[in-house]
């Protein structure tokens, strides 16, 4: 609808322009010629020249009578000027109309040529062949044309970069609509990744040691110890799992892990003894725990969290693998750092043969996003030795919601 109305505008105007000059040349045609045959010869320039309009130019540039058009308004105009020098004003509608009313810029400028050919012609019958009067004629085809040619390609050149800066823009415009697309993708890729983290390090964890429990209260008959043992960890599970769905397993609140009681905020120390107790109770593992009270840490939050899935992992890993009967936590903080190291007197491994399980692959994930850094030591029969450390100036803020 909007591309009709602006056809049907420009339509409003060109009739105002063709119809109005030719109107305005005839009265004055009327007031400055006697003679009865010039009164023709302009007369009947201007009226094929509206007549031609009427019947062929209204019908647009792309009209396959739009050749025949600009050869009738050609022709006009030399008649009109042949009748009249004056009459020669109406190349300020010729000229364009050779213009707009051709495909090519090639095009335009044989068409201007063939106006600027027709009013001179018109020029010689109306005013003679002395030398004045060819020099006369002369300057007016060589001005008109001049200034018509000088418009018409500057024009013509500002079009055809407005079109190209618009083919740039849309393209401009599609590349950041894909670079949008990509980036919601990347950061539903990277939620799915942190909560496969979250599942591993947490609830399948957790599920891991209901079934270890599950399978001693069989060996003992239903220990009602086991049992209660069993009861606690389904609590804690069902309360990872509720801060999954509702806040990304914040670190505090009432589903906190390893126990924070409600609107308390996350004690390093004492979630490493809660999760040092509970791995006692399930394995029958001795753990022992050293670290500086919270207070003397004095850690960023979200640097605890990192800290203490590394912690979380490392004792799975080990109750998996490891066969040991000890196992040692020690968090130190040293300047810009805190390191973490979990050691125990298992069977051990070859590191360099030994394959990356996702709890590593997931805890070296995790460590990347802060910057941090992972080392395992370990030999056959000698036990293993996992050191992390985290730089506290490195971690960024999105690692809390982890």
């Not at 390609?153 to 599609?174: D, K, M, Y």
Request: contains cysteine; hydrophobic residues 50%.
């Amino acid at each position: 609808m909007t591309e009709r109305s602006d056809a049907r505008g420009r339509v409003t105007w060109w009739d105002a322009a063709v119809v109005g000059v030719a109107a305005l040349l005839a009265v004055l045609l009327l007031l400055q010629s006697a003679e009865p045959w010039r009164l023709a010869t302009g007369g009947a320039g201007l009226a094929l020249l509206v007549a031609s309009w009427i019947s062929l130019g209204r019908r647009g540039p792309e009209a396959p009578t739009a050749p025949w058009f600009v050869a009738l308004a050609t022709v006009a105009a030399g008649v009109a000027v042949a009748g009249y020098p004056t009459l020669a004003i109406v190349q300020v509608v010729v000229y364009p109309i050779a213009w707009v009313y051709a495909p090519t810029v090639r095009r335009a400028i044989v068409q201007n040529i063939g106006v600027a050919i027709a009013v001179g012609i018109g020029f010689l019958v109306s005013l003679g062949t002395s030398p004045d009067d060819l020099a006369q004629t002369a300057f007016s085809m060589v001005l008109s044309l001049g200034f018509s040619l000088a418009m018409g390609l500057w024009i013509s050149r500002v079009t055809e970069l407005g079109e190209r800066n618009g083919a740039l823009l849309r393209e401009l415009q599609g590349a950041q609509e894909q670079i949008a697309a990509l980036n919601r993708d990347a950061g539903a890729a990277a939620e799915r990744e942190r909560l496969a983290r979250e599942l591993h390090d947490t609830i399948a964890q957790d599920l891991t040691g209901l079934v270890l429990l599950a399978q001693r209260a069989r060996r003992s008959g239903g220990d009602p110890e086991v049992l209660a043992l069993i009861e606690d960890v389904a609590r804690e599970t069902l309360g990872e799992t509720r801060a999954l769905v509702a806040s990304g397993a914040p670190v505090a609140g009432s589903a906190g892990p390893i126990g924070v009681p409600e609107g308390e905020a996350l004690d390093l120390t004492g979630a490493l003894h809660r999760l040092a107790e509970r791995f006692e109770r399930e394995t029958g593992v001795v753990v022992a725990v050293t670290a500086e009270p919270a207070g003397e840490l004095a850690l960023p939050r979200d640097v605890e969290v990192v800290v203490l899935r590394c912690a979380q992992e490392a004792l799975a890993n080990a109750r998996k693998h490891a066969r040991a009967s000890r196992i040692e936590v020690a968090v130190t903080r040293a300047t810009g750092a805190v390191a973490l190291r979990v050691a125990d007197d298992g069977i051990g491994f070859d590191p360099g043969t030994a394959r990356d399980g996702f709890g590593l692959h997931g805890m070296r994930d995790r460590l990347a996003l802060v910057d941090g850094a992972l080392a395992v030591e370990s030999a056959p029969g000698r036990g293993a030795v996992l050191s992390v450390t985290v730089p506290v100036r490195a971690v960024v803020t999105t690692e809390a919601d982890a």
